[in-house]
């Protein structure tokens, strides 16, 4: 059963997004502050990581700073989804910058985080997947300075590898696909996230600023 840790400060939150993901058939654990999540997150492995970014204490940014540096692999390579309020931009940059797979903004309907958590555990499944598998140049696209390797959905910048979002990885992977072709934001969005949930246009805004 994949395991979600949720970390929050606000109970409502806790209570109601836990049971909603357990009726998903989920396992999902609950803590209050980062201190109690860094503590479990030592005694038990977690699949994915839902973190409130303005949290007391330790906020979302300076836990998923401690899972990053965390030696234990698993931990480290744990996809991070942040809960944000709308004027938190700069935050969800912040957190994106520092390898936060995706972000969904409060208010959020449940169908639409059921869609993302999903979506992430599916791409960070098939990256692990790919890991083991032997290199092959049919999947790479390169342009100029640009080489995106869509097995293990890498990036690679004059040969430097660019920290990417699973979403910022389609987004530049279906433009790279296409120079000079004119896309509006929901040919954009579709490229990001697919046609099967819905996205703010905040979302891919903080997205195009990042890349």
């Not at 797979?101 to 958590?117: G, H, M, T, V």
């Not at 433009?175 to 934001?185: E, F, N, T, W």
């Not at 703010?200 to 600023?209: A, E, G, L, N, P």
Request: with cysteine; proline share 2%; net charge neutral.
């Amino acid at each position: 059963m994949t395991c979600i840790a949720l970390v929050d400060d606000e109970i409502n939150i806790l209570t109601s997004v836990s049971l909603a993901l357990e009726a998903e058939g989920f396992e999902v654990d609950t803590f209050k502050n980062g201190e109690d999540a860094i503590n479990g997150f030592a005694k038990k492995k977690y699949d994915l990581g839902l973190f409130d970014i303005k949290m007391p204490r330790m906020n979302g940014n300076e836990l998923l700073m401690k899972v990053r540096s965390s030696n234990n692999l698993e931990l480290k390579n744990m996809p991070i989804i942040f809960l944000t309020s709308k004027d938190q931009e700069q935050d969800e940059i912040i957190g994106l910058k520092m390898g936060a797979a995706d972000y969904i903004k409060k208010p959020f309907s449940q169908k639409l985080l059921n869609e993302r958590i999903r979506t992430v555990l599916r791409v960070h499944a098939n990256r692990n997947n790919n890991e083991n598998k032997k290199e092959d140049s049919r999947h790479d696209l390169k342009k100029g300075n640009l080489l995106l390797d869509d097995l293990k959905q890498l990036c690679f910048w004059k040969d430097n590898v660019i920290e990417l979002t699973v979403a910022e990885f389609n987004l530049i992977k279906s433009l790279a696909k296409h120079p000079g072709v004119i896309k509006d934001r929901n040919q954009l969005m579709d490229s990001m996230y697919g046609d099967t949930i819905y996205v703010d246009d905040r979302t891919i805004d903080s997205h195009i600023k990042r890349l």
